[in-house]
C-alpha cells in the first residue's frame, strides 16, 4: 500500500531550524514532483515548497522563501524539508503530498515559540 510518513517536527525558539522529512513506500517518487504544505488551526492548507523530479525546479511562496529548502533523494525515496529562522507564525501541522498520486502523509507538528 502505498504511503507518505513524515517526521522530524517538533518544538523550536523563533530563530530555530528543524529539517523535516518524507519517507515514501509502495511506490517510487521518481516520477513526480512532490509538495510540502501546512496548516495552521483555523487556516486554510497552504503550499510551502513544491520540488522536481530530478530537482530541477523548486518553488516557494514569499512567507518562506529564503527561509526554507526543499530537496531529495529518489534513491531513498525521501524528500526533506530544511526550515531556518523560524517564526511563531510557521507553527502548523506540516504534509507532505504527491499530487499524482494523490497520496498525503498524516502531518508532523512543528510549533515556535516567541
Known amino acids: 500500500q502505498a504511503q507518505l510518513v513524515e517526521s522530524g517536527g517538533g518544538l523550536v525558539q523563533a530563530g530555530g531550524s528543524l529539517n523535516l522529512s518524507c519517507v515514501a513506500s509502495g511506490f517510487s517518487i521518481n516520477d513526480y514532483w512532490m509538495n510540502w504544505y501546512r496548516q495552521a488551526p483555523g487556516k486554510e492548507r497552504e503550499l510551502v515548497a513544491r520540488?522536481?523530479?530530478?530537482?530541477?525546479?523548486?518553488n516557494y511562496p514569499p512567507s518562506v522563501r529564503g527561509r526554507f529548502i526543499v530537496s531529495r533523494e529518489n534513491a531513498k525515496d525521501t524528500v526533506y524539508l530544511q526550515m531556518h529562522n523560524l517564526k511563531p507564525e510557521d507553527t502548523a501541522v506540516y504534509y507532505c503530498n504527491c499530487p499524482r498520486a494523490n497520496l498525503w502523509g498524516q502531518g508532523t507538528q512543528v510549533t515556535v515559540s516567541s
Open positions: 520540488i522536481s523530479p530530478f530537482s530541477h525546479s523548486l
